[in-house]
């Protein structure tokens, strides 16, 4: 099985390869992939390589062959859009691109920890199996920032799936937004007429709000961790 990243530059390497005939440069992999150096970028390749799914040739430039496709993929044809502005996308929502397969946008980052200011300009889109969505409702994504919730199996630089919704059952995990403009993802519980957003993590305290300081954004369905 390969990561989001992995996939990502598969996907990448394949597209520009078939527009203009010859593989992207390091460079430009590494700007597709919004990655700080390009060292990040032959792990990829050497993952994928040692994997078999591409072959470098030696001594010629730009000379990566994908010789192989995940299996998964081959079934419904090389298309997963990992790599955001290859088309327009609407602003909000899930899109089925191949059987069993939808594409999520991801609006941002969401703190798990101290509150940070609530995001909704998606960043990119990923893929995601549709077991994976909660009835028939929107979802989106979010990386999670922080590590409140790392007893409830959620860690820092996570990806987690959540279906829109405005309610909460006791226990659940939520994307809060406090006073109309900090988000969080805690766990949501109602207590005498309070809201209790709890984390995961000793080290932080649960906050006591007011019913009128919070309102529900979504619910937690899946997560996606890369290695």
């Known amino acids: 099985m ?3 990243k992995q996939l990502e530059l598969l996907d990448f390497i ?3 390869t078939q527009r203009d ?7 430009e992999m590494k700007d597709a992939l919004d990655l700080r150096s390009k060292s990040g970028i032959h792990r990829l390749i050497t993952a994928l390589e040692e994997r078999g799914f591409i072959r470098r040739l030696a ?3 730009r000379a990566i062959e994908i010789i192989k496709l995940p299996e998964a993929l081959e079934r419904v044809g090389f298309n997963p859009r990992l790599i955001a502005g290859d088309r327009a996308d609407p602003p909000r929502g899930a ?3 191949a059987a069993g397969v939808t594409e999520l946008p991801v609006m941002g980052r969401i703190a798990a920890g101290v509150p940070i200011e609530a995001i909704s300009e998606i960043s990119h889109h990923i893929t995601v199996p549709e077991t994976m969505l909660s009835g028939r409702g929107q979802h989106y994504a979010l990386e999670v920032k922080g590590d409140s919730m790392i007893e409830a199996g959620i860690n820092d630089g996570d990806i987690v799936v959540i279906r829109e919704q405005t309610t909460a059952e006791n226990g659940d995990i939520v994307v809060a937004l406090v006073e109309g403009f900090e988000a969080t993802l805690k766990r949501f519980r109602r207590k005498n007429g309070m809201i209790a957003l709890e984390a995961a993590n000793p080290a932080y305290e649960t906050r006591i709000l007011r019913d009128d300081q919070v309102k529900v954004q979504g619910r937690l369905v899946g997560l996606i961790r890369s290695y």
């Not at 005939?21 to 460079?27: A, K, M, R």
């Open 2 to 4: 390969l990561t989001r």
């Open 14 to 16: 394949q597209k520009r």
């Open 21 to 27: 005939g010859v593989p992207p440069s390091f460079d």
């Open 59 to 61: 001594h010629r430039a």
């Open 95 to 97: 899109m089925p691109v």
